[in-house]
C-alpha cells in the first residue's frame, strides 16, 4: 500500500486533518493505525507532541527509520506498536486522534467497538476525533469495481473491490506485480458504517457525532453522497 501513496498526498491528507480537527501547536495528538507515518510526519512539527500506533512491527520500524534526525521545531513523532483495542496508553491522555483509511475498523464489529472506545478512552474530555472510511452511500451505486495502475518503477497494481451491503462490508482483492515479475497478493475485508450506525455506534462508546462529512464535503458541511470517503468527527463530552 505505501508504494501507491506519495508524499504530496500525505501532506494534503494531513492538512485536511490538521483543518477538521483544529489542531493547535498545543495539542497532544494520537495518529491510529499510523502505518509507516506518512501523517505523522507532516503533522509532528505543528503540533505540541505527535505519538502514531500500529499493530505492524515492520511498519513501526520503517516509521522510525524515516525520522528526520531533526525539524524547525524540534518535534518529532513517537511510534508505538500496540494493538488497537488494547492501547497501552493513559485515559485521557490526548487533545485529538484520528485514523485515516479505513484502518480503525478492520475486524468484527465487536472488536470495531471495541477499538473505537479505546480511541474514547484515550482522549480527554472535550477532545476531538476524526475517523475517516470508504462511503457507504457511494459503493451502494457502484458495488463492483476493478482497477489497475502502473507504477514508476514499472510495476503495476490490480485491485477487484466488491460492497457487500447487507454486511456493510468491502471485500478487497490486490496484486502488486513487481518490475521482475514477482507478484505479491492480498485480500481485506473493510467495514464501512453508515451515517445511521455511526449515530449509534459514537453513542455506545460515550462519544457524541458532530459531523458526517468528506474530503469534497457539499455544500453547508453535509457529506456528498457520491463522495468516495467518509469522514466521522467526533467529541469527547
Not at 482497477?147 to 490486490?174: I, K, M, T, Y
Not at 481485506?188 to 458526517?212: D, K, Q
Amino acid at each position: 500500500m505505501a508504494d501507491l501513496l506519495s508524499p504530496r498526498l500525505s501532506a494534503l491528507e494531513a492538512e485536511v486533518v490538521a483543518a477538521l480537527l483544529r489542531l493547535d501547536p498545543r495539542d497532544r495528538v494520537l495518529d491510529l493505525a499510523c502505518g509507516h507515518g506518512r501523517h505523522a510526519r507532516p503533522l509532528a512539527g505543528r503540533v505540541g507532541r505527535l505519538v502514531g500506533v500500529e499493530r505492524s512491527g515492520e511498519y513501526v520500524r520503517r516509521a522510525a527509520a524515516e525520522c528526520p534526525t531533526a525539524t524547525s521545531t524540534g518535534r518529532l513523532p513517537l511510534y508505538v506498536r500496540a494493538d488497537l483495542r488494547a492501547l497501552p496508553l493513559a485515559t485521557g491522555a490526548f487533545d485529538a486522534l484520528f485514523s485515516w483509511y479505513a484502518s480503525l475498523f478492520m475486524f468484527d464489529d465487536a472488536a470495531n467497538e471495541a477499538a473505537l472506545a479505546e480511541a474514547a478512552r484515550v482522549v480527554r474530555r472535550g477532545g476531538r476525533l476524526l475517523v475517516h472510511h470508504g462511503n457507504p452511500l457511494a459503493l451502494a451505486g457502484a458495488p463492483h469495481a476493478e482497477d489497475r495502475r502502473n507504477l514508476p518503477d514499472g510495476g503495476s497494481v490490480e485491485e477487484v473491490s466488491d460492497w457487500d451491503a447487507a454486511a456493510g462490508v468491502d471485500r478487497c482483492r490486490r496484486r502488486l506485480t513487481r518490475p521482475g515479475g514477482r507478484t505479491l497478493e492480498g485480500t481485506a475485508e473493510l467495514r464501512y458504517y453508515s451515517p445511521s450506525e455511526w449515530e449509534r455506534l459514537a453513542h455506545r462508546v460515550g462519544l457524541r457525532l458532530g459531523a458526517i462529512t468528506s474530503t469534497a464535503p457539499a455544500p453547508h458541511g453535509a457529506l456528498d453522497h457520491e463522495a468516495p470517503d467518509l469522514i466521522a468527527l467526533l467529541e469527547k463530552p
